[in-house]
């Protein structure tokens, strides 16, 4: 079980950055996967990055080459550096936890979000 909290999210002109934080209650070493999701109103929440523990990161095409995840596994957190930001990037962005036991049961965590707002 890991408990997440996210912070780091605002209001923001388009073509500006942002930077997300997520804080763990353990070890993110111990986490298979991190990333972060994002949800507009209206619409279903869609996967934006993800990061492995051994630091392989994958990005929805939509914010490739503008978004970066990265780990820092001594403060127990993951970030999201979000650059050159467009409207259509508003939304609550949730950081997510996926963790796979030695019985390959998988576990997905969800922090409470945070709101991330540009304006045009």
């Known amino acids: 079980q890991v408990q997440l909290v996210e912070s780091g999210g605002g209001l923001v002109q388009a073509g500006g950055s942002l930077r997300l934080s997520c804080a763990a209650s353990r070890s993110i070493s111990s986490i298979n996967i991190m990333g972060w999701y994002r949800q507009a109103p209206g619409n279903k929440r869609e996967l934006v990055a993800v990061?492995?523990?051994?630091?392989?990161?994958d990005y929805v095409d939509s914010v490739k080459g503008r978004f970066t995840i990265s780990r820092d596994n001594a403060k127990n957190t993951v970030y999201l550096q979000m650059n050159s930001l467009k409207p259509e990037d508003t939304a609550v962005y949730y950081c997510?936890?996926?963790?796979?036991?030695?019985?390959?049961?998988?576990?997905?965590?969800w922090g409470r979000g945070t709101q991330v707002t540009v304006s045009s």
């Open positions: 990061i492995t523990t051994s630091g392989i990161t």
């Open positions: 997510t936890a996926r963790i796979t036991t030695t019985s390959n049961l998988q576990n997905t965590y």
